[in-house]
Nanobody
Framework: VQLQASGGGLVQTGGSLRLSCAVSENINNFNHLAWYRQAPGAERSLVAFITRHGSVTLYAPAKDRFTLSRHSANNTLSLQMNNLLPEDTAVYYC??????WGQGTLVTVSS
């Protein structure tokens, strides 16, 4: 299984980015698809996940600002991030079934 994350970049505080994760297999084969992030000097932490049936769980940094979606037509997972803050600066990783990882995409939010 291969996951390819993209969409990171440099944005100002309050801006938006949309991350995408392309999955090499049919995403309906996976029970969970998730985004993690790892800030400099910190451990990797779970941002949000979506189940096979479309149930979404967003964790504290993402609530009210991020939207997680899965797209079966093209086997992708997206994370729409709005009102970004400097503390959202991190490498964002997509994950399938808690064991397959993408390579990460860097998000930098300037103050």
């Amino acid at each position: 299984v291969q996951l390819q994350a993209s969409g990171g970049g440099l944005v100002q505080t309050g801006g938006s980015l949309r991350l995408s994760c392309a999955v090499s297999e049919n995403i309906n084969n996976f029970n969970h698809l998730a985004w993690y992030r790892q800030a400099p000097g910190a451990e990797r932490s779970l941002v949000a996940f979506i189940t096979r049936h479309g149930s979404v769980t967003l964790y504290a940094p993402a609530k009210d600002r991020f939207t997680l979606s899965r797209h079966s037509a093209n086997n992708t997972l997206s994370l729409q991030m709005n009102n970004l803050l400097p503390e959202d600066t991190a490498v964002y990783y997509c994950n399938a079934d808690w064991k397959y990882w993408g390579q990460g995409t860097l998000v930098t939010v300037s103050s």
